[in-house]
């Protein structure tokens, strides 16, 4: 897979874009990070540019978004890199760092991540099934959703919502890196018999 990797002046360009859209419902780049995360380790193959609308938000039918085509396929092609670099990391079995930002605290918290990954998972909700009805895999997603749920009201997610200790969230942002390629993993072969049509 032959891509040219971000720069850090590139994603500061693409986080600094997504924020000029942060009052239009738009992603911001942690959690793109976890949105593109769940796409490409899940069990649906699915292209990033199906999925700029999510992303975007409301500023995808802004037609003042941006200021002529040039400017919308620099982005475009900033989210492809994205994209294509945690692709790599995946298919290569490279250790994988969730893309995180600090907060006003200086705090890594992670939810934006996990809110991301799991909208991400929500695209094909019932094709992450093989893996959630097994028990011991859906372990795998345990931290994931704890993060994702913190300090939400979801009745379904009791068990995710109480208060997260700086230790509990430390070893939970740990644990990402492990499972996403776990995760990863579970659903190779699905992934590969659907990108070739079920031919062997």
Known sequence: MTFEALTDRDYQRLADTLARFSDQDCMNLEQLDGFFTALLCGPMPVKPTECLQIILGEAFDDEAAFPGNQA??????????????????????????????ADEHGVFRGNDWARGFVEGMQLDYDDWGPLLDDPAQAELLAPIMALAFEGQEDEDMQDYLREISPEQRADWLTAITPNIAAIHRHFARLRAELETGGED
């Open 72 to 101: 919308l396929e620099r982005f475009a092609s900033l989210l492809m890199r994205h994209w294509l670099e945690i692709a790599r990391t995946l298919k290569e079995e490279l250790p994988f760092h969730p893309w995180l930002d």
